[in-house]
Nanobody, 116 residues
Framework: FQLVESGGGLVQPGGSLRLSCVASGFTFSWSPMTWVRQAPGKGLEWVSSMTNTGSRTTYADSVKGRFTISRDNAKATLYLQMNSLKPEDTAVYYC??????????RGQGTQVTVSS
């Protein structure tokens, strides 16, 4: 199956970006989904997860209140709305198939750079 992220870019501190992840090759509406990120020189960090129906969402403390995960099962697409971005949010962002702590495969990633 395939996960393709998009929407990254360069943004100033305090700005916003919306990431998208288009899924194919599996039944998206059956799968919990997750966003993870990897900052330069650091390991993978869990960001947020959502159940298959979207009824439950969880967030890392570092992004809570600023990021919002959502999904459109009809379009097999996962989203991450990122507001009030900080330089420490700079990372490659990946969507992954599966729940928090149990995701297995991720996409190729999209770069987010927060800098003035």
């Amino acid at each position: 199956f395939q996960l393709v992220e998009s929407g990254g870019g360069l943004v100033q501190p305090g700005g916003s970006l919306r990431l998208s992840c288009v899924a194919s090759g599996f039944t998206f509406s059956w799968s919990p989904m997750t966003w993870v990120r990897q900052a330069p020189g650091k390991g993978l960090e869990w960001v947020s997860s959502m159940t298959n129906t979207g009824s439950r969402t969880t967030y890392a403390d570092s992004v809570k209140g600023r990021f919002t995960i959502s999904r459109d099962n009809a379009k097999a697409t996962l989203y991450l709305q990122m507001n009030s971005l900080k330089p420490e949010d700079t990372a490659v962002y990946y969507c992954a198939k599966g729940p928090a702590g149990g995701w297995d495969t991720r996409g190729q990633g999209t770069q987010v750079t927060v800098s003035s």
